[in-house]
């Protein structure tokens, strides 16, 4: 979960070199930000999902649970 305000480098450049380095295919990355139409830059910097604070607990934990760890742990 990267906050998209993050001081000297934003979220989003954040997100696209992280993406760029070679074995975080299997990262999901999650935009937290308080401007909630920013989703679209979100999903083109790389994050695959996008969340407008205050975040809701049971739409995080959904995500969580989406989330497959054991593909994540076999790969690597």
């Not at 906050?3 to 934003?10: F, Q």
């Not at 989003?12 to 074995?23: I, N």
């Not at 937290?32 to 604070?53: E, N, W």
């Amino acid at each position: 979960m990267l906050d998209i305000g993050l001081p000297v480098m934003d979220g989003y450049e954040l997100a696209r070199q992280l993406r760029a380095r070679s074995g975080n295919e299997q990262c999901v990355f999650v935009a937290l930000t308080g401007y909630g139409q920013q989703g679209d830059r979100s999903r083109a910097a790389g994050f695959d999902h996008h969340f407008v604070k205050p975040v809701r607990p049971a739409e995080l934990l959904e995500v969580i649970d989406g989330v497959s760890f054991d593909a994540a742990r076999e790969s690597g």
